[in-house]
């Protein structure tokens, strides 16, 4: 019995679909809490403050770093986009698995959530290459 190595295995194009889908999802999110994340660094390094909640100021007050006495915005935006950039590896893992692309594709993917604005770019790049993959294997022109 002979096997063809070189031949990838064919793609479900609903596991793809889905996949892609979860990535745009974790792609926003994580965008989204990476650009919180920069404007709460500019506030704590810059300003030397802290966002507090339903504290002494209001619904959200800047107060003096280190003196945050009701709910830490700022470390939970923190720790949020952690986790997140978490999920938003894993569903790049499922995208970059499905397709069997080079490794250099899931540095590529995995790099969006690392600098402000870079995730919605590669998001729409990889959201129109996975999309032409996905026109492909469907036959469609």
Do not use: C
């Amino acid at each position: 019995m002979t096997t063809d190595s070189s031949r990838p295995r064919a793609v479900v194009p609903d596991r793809l679909q889905s996949a892609l889908k979860w990535y745009r999802i974790a792609a926003w999110v994580t965008g989204i809490l990476l650009i919180l994340l920069t404007v709460e660094i500019i506030a704590k390094y810059g300003f030397g403050s802290e966002v507090e909640m339903f504290g002494a100021g209001g619904l959200f007050a800047l107060v003096p770093d280190g003196s945050v006495q009701a709910f830490n915005l700022s470390q939970a935006v923190l720790i949020a986009h952690g986790w997140f950039y978490v999920v938003y590896l894993f569903t790049s893992f499922r995208v970059w698995s499905i397709l069997r692309w080079p490794f250099w594709r899931f540095l590529w993917l995995a790099s969006g959530g690392l600098f402000p604005f870079l995730s919605f770019v590669i998001e729409h790049y990889a959201t129109k290459t996975v999309r032409a993959v996905l026109s492909e294997i469907r036959g469609e022109a």
